[in-house]
């Protein structure tokens, strides 16, 4: 089946620097990709919509200066959290279906996540 | 998106059949119904998805009523490692929202 990968699993960094998530789809071509937010014992927030070649799409309240995305191919969309605090630690999820064409039993599949530690 | 409602937490004995219900009644035609999992700190794993007649693959059965406005997925010999939160999503949209799910506990 369709992989999705991301990297890196966890990182740590301190309070006030940017850390850049890798989100790849090894096996097929992403035109769009999704990025979550998982906060211990809570669901899925989806966060925004990368399109592979233009702008990312933000969900209402996420701070697209905050929280980069980067979509330069078919295969990468990477976030990256910028001036990061310790209220931006969280488990990051990226997601992706194959293809260019969206139809709604086009299954999304989704990377292993990123756990982020800001201290 | 249509909502989904699931109980929050189902315990299943090991070895015997899961059955997660999903309540999906406002659900409209071209919404199919999805199920994933997520074991604890881990990405989503897609388990299966239907539109209108009942789907196996070799993880899971999906039974979809004939109004469509309800599901049940099944384990049919549950083990340890299914152990999991479960989403029912309903998507019409190019994006999956999640609820909160039902976390199954299957036990010895």
């Known amino acids: 089946g369709a992989v999705v990968s991301q990297h890196p699993s966890w990182v740590i960094c301190k309070s006030g620097t940017s850390v850049k998530i890798e989100c790849r789809s090894l096996?097929?071509?992403?035109?769009?990709m999704f990025w979550y937010r998982q906060f211990p014992k809570q669901s899925l927030m989806l966060m925004a919509t990368?399109?592979?070649?233009?702008?990312?799409?933000?969900e209402q309240g996420v701070e697209k200066d905050k929280f980069l995305i980067n979509h330069a191919s078919l295969t990468l969309s990477t976030l990256t959290v910028t001036s990061a605090h310790p209220e931006d630690s969280s488990f990051y999820i990226c997601?992706?279906?194959?293809?260019?064409?969206?139809?709604?039993?086009?299954?999304?599949?989704f990377g292993e996540g990123s756990w982020l530690t800001v201290v | 998106d249509a909502k989904t409602t699931q109980p929050p937490s189902m315990d299943c004995a090991e070895g015997r059949a899961a059955n997660l219900p999903c309540n999906h009644s406002?659900?409209?035609?071209?919404?199919?119904v999805y199920w994933y999992r997520q074991i604890h700190s881990q990405g989503p794993q897609y388990i299966i998805h239907?539109?209108?007649n009942n789907e196996t693959n070799e993880m899971a059965s999906l039974i979809i009523t004939e109004d469509r406005k309800s599901s049940t997925l099944i384990l049919p010999h549950a083990t340890l490692r299914d152990t999991a939160v479960y989403y029912c999503?309903?998507?019409?949209?190019?994006?999956?929202?999640f609820g909160a799910g039902t976390r199954l506990t299957v036990k010895p």
């Open positions: 997601s992706a279906y194959r293809g260019q064409a969206f139809y709604s039993g086009n299954t999304i599949y």
């Open positions: 096996d097929f071509q992403a035109t769009t």
């Open positions: 990368s399109n592979e070649g233009s702008k990312a799409t933000y």
């Open positions: 406002t659900i409209s035609g071209n919404e199919y």
């Open positions: 239907g539109l209108k």
């Open positions: 999503i309903v998507r019409s949209n190019n994006d999956m929202r």
